[in-house]
């Protein structure tokens, strides 16, 4: 690296830090007071049964003496809507995002998100947000690209000032194919393609457990293994020590035929990881059985997916240890 291009990385680090401690625009306040209707939907949407956030004679029996609302939701008060609400004023966030654009960091992914509650929020708290600038990182070579992590923290207050809880959100804005899996196919055009696939880093591992191992020890032997409970005969996937239907622990598997249908698929682009191959088509498959599984979708362009389609299985060993169902169009 020459002595200018220090001087201007350093530069426009010191730009960077500058927004340090900077406050994202005015206060936002939420569209409604924390409200019944929000709740209910939210708990209905997550499956929570916790009878405190909907029902008034257990809530005034509880600890809480009142209906609350669950703390998760949080972000849900002040949410900017399905098309956001314009902001008012300017945005420091804006400012910093077009000085990293112009400097070549367009990709962004999300990496962390913590949140801390100070207290239970009951129906008719109104909150509004402040957001801070709390850190802008130096450059990062990370493994989706060179590129600058900023955080951001959030402050949920209600009308008359209290803080009840706050919110740390991290993204990486990075330079797109400056990451290692661009590296390596940049190495790959002039390696032999062997040489690649050697260096090519393992899928990651599945977490194997009592309840699931049977289902990739079945793999590795290119049987496509169902849990079916041994009581009511509820067919369930992924694995897992009770039958949602009628609670028993006892089970079996089913060998399925590998045909399916296309319940849903996404095809994904980032973040990449390198032990794939992009654009990842991923499908919700529906066997012909009566369950569902994710997989790869393969042998297919993305653009050719159809919800409905035809498929059927197709195996993939991976690596000794790592074999996986795949998806392909049925009949071709
Ligand atoms: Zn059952």
């Not at 991290?170 to 050697?198: H, M, N, V």
């Amino acid at each position: 690296m020459t002595t200018t291009e220090t001087d201007a990385k350093q530069a426009f680090a010191a730009k960077l830090k500058a927004f340090e401690g900077r406050q994202i625009g005015p206060p936002e306040r939420g569209a409604d007071p924390v409200n019944q209707p929000m709740i209910r939907h939210w708990i209905e949407a997550i499956g929570d049964q916790n009878p405190v956030y909907v029902d008034t004679d257990a809530a005034a029996a509880s600890v809480h003496k009142e209906i609350v609302a669950p703390p998760v939701m949080l972000q849900a008060w002040v949410m900017r809507g399905f098309k956001p609400r314009p902001r008012t004023g300017g945005s420091a966030q804006d400012e910093l995002m077009a000085l990293l654009e112009s400097e070549g960091f367009t990709s962004v992914v999300a990496t962390n998100c913590e949140q801390e509650y100070a207290r239970y929020l009951h129906l008719g708290d109104h909150l509004s947000t402040t957001t801070v600038i709390e850190a802008v990182s130096g450059e990062k070579a990370t493994g989706l690209g060179v590129g600058h992590f900023v955080t951001t923290r959030v402050e949920y207050r209600t009308d008359d000032g209290e803080l009840v809880g706050t919110m740390r959100f991290r993204i990486l804005k990075f330079r797109p194919g400056t990451g290692r899996t661009a590296a390596k196919q940049d190495a790959g055009s002039q390696d032999d393609a062997g040489q690649e696939a050697k260096d090519r880093p393992l899928r990651p591992r599945p977490a194997i457990t009592q309840d699931n191992a049977f289902f990739f020890e079945g793999a590795k032997q290119h049987r496509l293994l169902i849990q079916r409970c041994a009581r009511c005969g509820t067919l369930r996937h992924p694995p897992r020590p009770m039958c949602a239907s009628c609670h028993s622990y006892e089970w079996d598997t089913l060998e399925a035929s590998g045909r399916g249908t296309v319940y849903s698929f996404v095809v994904n682009h980032y973040p990449q990881v390198p032990a794939f191959d992009y654009p990842l088509p991923v499908g919700l498959i529906q066997l012909d059985e009566g369950t569902r599984l994710v997989a790869d979708l393969v042998g297919v362009e993305p653009s050719d997916i159809t919800v409905g389609m035809a498929v059927e299985v197709e195996w993939e060993d991976h690596d000794p240890d790592l074999t996986l169902p795949a998806f392909r169009p049925a009949g071709r």
